[in-house]
């Protein structure tokens, strides 16, 4: 079991090179199953839920050739599965790309329920509304998902989707590239992710037009080639490092991004006080007065993301005044607020809303991450406590972060991981 051990209090400084976005790589990955050649990816993050999810294609027959750190090839001409199996694919959230990619590619699929970071209910109706829509019937037995195509192929079809959902957008966009036909998807997600899976699929062949506007349609064509494509930096991975700096003073330069995905976050943050300088793909983020409240309500892009909200409630907890933080797009996204409060934050919530009226300081804790957000949230409120923070459950920070300690260590601060074993009773010893 991996922990981080925090001593806060120190500011920030130095300088952040952004990785490759999660959320377009869980997507982009298994669309390369769609495409009949060899797709050079670059700009992928190393966090674990990329990794599973190439072994994950590797079981099914593709063939993974590691170009560097952050760059593989994916061949997915020799497949010889469309059946996931259970173990590794109900850890992943995002493991439902897999049925849009080989419904569309092979007319079948059978996957594993998704699994994933656990905040309340995580309904795919509106993915299967999308697929049945096109002409697959789908069924849930024995804790997989088995969807087929009548006739072995989908049709185009015209699916306007009851929520916005970044899912059921981009799970219904790969199903419907290599379909029969014209697909419209109304009521669309936007977040850049969207854009940058069309941006790769059109990048092999594809026909996708309107991505980033809640209307896309899309041309099913018969074959995608092969091609090399880059993914976008993770916008919430930037967030959570400007995040960092307003919680703990100081001043960071975030690399590697782009500034207009980062507009909802830095917006927020300049509105309490902090100074964001943006030149060319990078920001300047500089805190040096204490912050002051502002309410914060979630919504889909170009709104505040629901990813950094747990991260801005614990900055909020340590600016002057009271600030609402209201959160319409996850029903019980909350769970990290009672370890804030053992670190002496003063948070109430109520339903959608967390009520944070802020304090002088905070004070180092044991304390447990409950999701990948929550867990940052917990390290940036560690890094600006006084004194020691344990913070336990780290594998779901790492599921999404790479490389979190190393690049908080090159800005100064005081983190390293250690290894703990514990006994029988529970009692703890760390071994490295
Ligand atoms: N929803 C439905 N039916 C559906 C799909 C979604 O009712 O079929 C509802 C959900 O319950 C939720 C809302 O629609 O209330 C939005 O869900 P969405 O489908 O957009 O979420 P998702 O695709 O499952 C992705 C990210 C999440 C991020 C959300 C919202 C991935 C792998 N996950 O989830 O990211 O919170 O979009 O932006 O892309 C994270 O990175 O920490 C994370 C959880």
Redesign the pocket.
Same mark, same amino acid.
């Given at each position: 079991m991996t922990k981080y051990i925090v001593r806060g209090g120190k500011p920030l400084f130095g300088e952040v090179e952004i990785s490759g976005a999660? %959320?377009a790589a869980?997507?982009i990955i298994p669309a390369a199953l769609l495409v009949d050649g060899v797709c050079r990816i670059e700009n992928i993050p190393q966090i674990s839920d990329v990794t599973l999810f190439l072994t994950i294609l590797e079981e099914l027959g593709a063939n993974i050739r590691t170009i560097n750190r952050h760059a593989v090839e994916i061949d997915c001409r020799h497949i010889h599965s469309t059946r996931t199996s259970y173990d590794l694919a109900h850890r992943i $959230?995002?493991s439902y790309y897999l049925i849009g990619a080989l419904l569309g590619r092979f007319g079948k699929a059978d996957v594993t329920m998704p699994g994933g970071?656990n905040f309340g209910? $995580? &309904? +795919?109706?509106? =993915?299967i509304k999308g697929f049945t829509a096109m002409g697959a019937s789908v069924e849930v037995e024995g804790g997989y998902i088995h969807a087929n195509a009548q006739g072995g192929r989908l049709k185009g079809a015209n699916i306007y989707m009851d929520?916005?959902?970044?899912?059921?957008t981009m799970n219904v966009m790969m199903a419907a590239v290599l379909a029969e036909g014209n697909t419209v998807i109304e009521n669309a997600?936007k977040?850049p =992710?969207i854009v940058d899976l069309a941006n790769f699929l059109n990048s092999v062949g594809a026909s996708i037009r309107g991505a980033g506007t809640d209307t896309i349609k899309i041309q099913g064509v018969e074959r995608l080639r092969g091609g090399s494509y880059a993914i976008i930096p993770d916008q +919430?991975e930037a967030g959570t490092y400007m995040a960092a700096v307003a919680a703990t003073g100081g001043q960071i330069l975030v690399k590697n991004i782009i500034p207009k995905h980062m507009d909802c976050i830095t917006a927020k943050l300049v509105e309490m006080g902090a100074t964001v300088e943006e030149r060319e793909d990078t920001l300047l983020v500089r805190r040096t007065e204490r912050l002051h409240r502002t309410n914060i309500k979630t919504l &889909?892009y170009p709104g505040f &993301?629901?990813?950094m909200q747990p991260q801005i409630t614990a900055v909020l907890s340590l600016a002057e005044g009271t600030s609402l933080v209201t959160e319409s797009?996850? %029903?019980n996204r909350y769970r990290y607020v009672d370890e804030l409060k053992r670190m002496g934050a003063h948070i109430q919530v109520d339903d959608k809303t967390a009520v944070v009226e802020g304090v002088e300081k905070l004070t180092g804790a044991p304390v447990q991450a409950s999701?990948? $957000?929550a867990g940052a949230a917990l390290v940036i409120a560690a890094l600006a406590a006084q004194g020691e923070s344990e913070i336990g459950c780290v594998q779901y920070i790492e599921r999404?972060y790479e490389d979190i300690v190393g690049k908080l260590r090159a800005l100064g601060a005081d983190i390293r991981s250690v290894e703990v074993s514990s006994d029988e009773d529970g009692l703890e010893t760390r071994i490295s």
């Open positions: 999660k %959320n869980v997507a $959230r995002a970071c209910v $995580r &309904p +795919i109706d509106q =993915h929520v916005v959902s970044v899912g059921a997600a977040e =992710h +919430i &889909p &993301p629901t990813d797009v996850w %029903n999701d990948l $957000r999404g």
